[in-house]
């Protein structure tokens, strides 16, 4: 008997919940345990459900937490989407998505805090090809915008537009590896607020890359 398309959505939506209940689950023990500390039975226990039940949808953790990155990035494409940045020049542009990468430490620590293990996990299993899969969007999202900074001369002429994409998402993926591991041991060690620093680090490398000779 075939499967009707009602009993298809319901089915799907099913699915789509259980994935979503082990994500949400997975996470929070990520970042309290780390992923080296966290089985799967740990997973399916925090999920409220039974480990065979888990792996009919994934078949280890690593798994797991490439889908939670994926999701992430998934959210993040929304929320950079070129259609939703204000409009301006070039720099203006690239300098708003730029803060907007910078503002995710304050308005989703966690998600900061699971990017730590992901490349902690990322660093020793290694697969860039994969990796640089999920993050090629952002790279993409970034390139029309410089371009576009080099044709209004509001950025620098000499700068390779897929290189500096390439440096600004490395940059940020550095700090908040270090702001989201040492949080307020950074303002003992050097009486700066780690924001502070996030944003006065990320300016200056924005003044690195505008054309100052067109203002």
């Known amino acids: 008997m075939e499967t009707s398309p009602e009993s298809k959505k319901i089915f799907q939506h099913h699915r789509d919940n259980q994935v979503e209940r082990i994500l949400e689950a997975a996470e929070k023990l990520f970042i309290q345990d780390g992923i080296d500390n966290v089985s799967i039975g740990a997973i399916a226990d925090a999920a409220r ?3 065979k039940t888990l792996y009919q949808y994934f078949p ?8 939670i990155f994926q999701k992430m990035v998934d ?4 929320i950079d989407n070129p ?8 720099f203006q542009r690239f300098e708003y998505m730029a803060m907007e990468m910078v503002r995710l430490l304050e308005t989703a620590p966690e998600h900061i805090r699971f990017m730590v293990e992901f490349n902690t996990l990322y660093a020793r299993e290694g697969n860039p090809v994969r990796v ?6 952002g790279v993409d999202r970034l390139i029309p915008i410089i371009q576009q900074g080099i044709m209004d001369g509001s950025i620098r002429p000499d700068l390779e ?9 490395n940059l940020v993926a550095g700090m908040n590896s270090r702001f989201a591991l040492l949080g307020s041991q950074v303002n ?23 054309n100052m000779e067109k203002g």
Do not use: H, T, W
């Open 188 to 210: 003992q060690e050097y009486g700066q607020s780690v924001m502070d620093l996030y944003r006065g680090i990320c300016r200056i490398f924005l003044r690195g890359i505008q």
């Open 60 to 67: 280890n953790k690593q798994e797991i937490a490439f889908a």
């Open 132 to 137: 640089r899969g999920l993050y090629s969007e």
């Open 161 to 169: 537009p897929d290189f500096i994409a390439a440096a600004l998402l």
């Open 49 to 51: 459900l039974a480990r």
């Open 83 to 90: 259609q939703l940045i204000p409009q301006g020049n070039g």
């Open 75 to 78: 959210d993040q494409r929304e």
